[in-house]
């Protein structure tokens, strides 16, 4: 469950500047450089916990584990529009 006051108001978004992409493929054209694509948008919201930082959450209404619905899940990854996952 997310806590208000415990990193629930910061939020960071690891992005670029426009220029910075451009000095890199100047010099990649100027050295000869081999350039790759790689998406990793979903490598951002979808980042795997490190073990410092456990979190939990309730099961989800309709998906409880018969005769464990009182039981929590330990998440492994981050979960997609939760305050705290660009924290970690």
Not at 27 to 56: C, E, G, H, R
Request: with cysteine.
């Amino acid at each position: 469950m997310q806590q208000y006051g415990i990193n629930y108001n910061k939020m960071t978004a690891p992005t670029t500047r426009l220029e910075s992409f451009h000095t890199i493929a100047h010099l990649a054209a100027a050295l000869d450089w081999n350039l790759k694509q790689y998406n990793i948008k979903m490598a951002f919201l979808y980042s795997v916990l490190p073990l410092d930082k456990t979190m939990f959450m309730e099961q989800p209404p309709r998906f409880e584990c018969p005769r464990k619905e009182v039981w929590v899940w330990q998440l492994l990854k981050s979960i997609y529009r939760m305050k705290q996952a660009s924290c970690v």
